[in-house]
């Protein structure tokens, strides 16, 4: 397994958005739309609205697995945050490798939206609104050995992680 994206177990879908196994079986996974395209599309799960300066945190279903060397970066589409003046609150979502399956939430991706539009941006359950983009990154020369492991889901590593010896 390289890279690529899985739901999350409906045990996880009832715990984080809810216990509605129509809504879980119809979800697709992210997916490229075009040929050429960079990003993997997230759809939502349902309908949304979020008003002008509200802040909404929304489940995706979604979790991701890569390699060692690679993140996931999540963005608004394009349109999303050209029309309407809406943006991810964290700018750019990065998804470490180790999330995936971590024991506090099997590493569900959630995003948080802010709109800072005029206007109640409205998605339909089935719509793009965020998309996803795998990329490596690089790590310094002579970096100490790092033994801390993610245990835990969203903002973990800023507690130090747990380490496993």
């Known amino acids: 397994m390289n890279r690529g994206f899985e739901k999350i177990s409906f045990d996880q879908f009832c715990s984080d958005v809810e216990d509605n196994k129509v809504i879980y079986d119809e979800y697709t996974l992210p997916k490229r739309n075009t040929k050429n395209s960079a990003g993997y599309d997230f759809v939502a799960l349902y309908d949304f609205i979020i008003k002008p300066n509200e802040i909404k945190k929304i489940p995706t279903g979604i979790k991701s697995y890569m390699k060692n060397d690679e993140m996931l970066m999540l963005f608004v589409r394009s349109s999303v945050g050209f029309k309407y003046n809406v943006r991810l609150c964290n700018q750019i979502g ?14 569900h991706i959630w995003v948080a939206l802010q709109n800072e539009g005029d206007k109640d941006f409205v998605i339909k359950k089935g719509e793009h609104f965020i998309q996803g983009i795998f990329t490596k990154f690089l790590t310094v020369d002579n970096e100490e050995e790092i033994l801390n492991t993610r245990e835990s889901g969203i903002g973990s590593t800023n507690r130090g992680g747990d380490v496993i010896e």
Do not use: V
């Not at 470490?96 to 590493?107: R, W």
């Open 94 to 107: 990065i998804i470490d490798s180790d999330y995936y399956n971590n024991k506090s939430n099997e590493g």
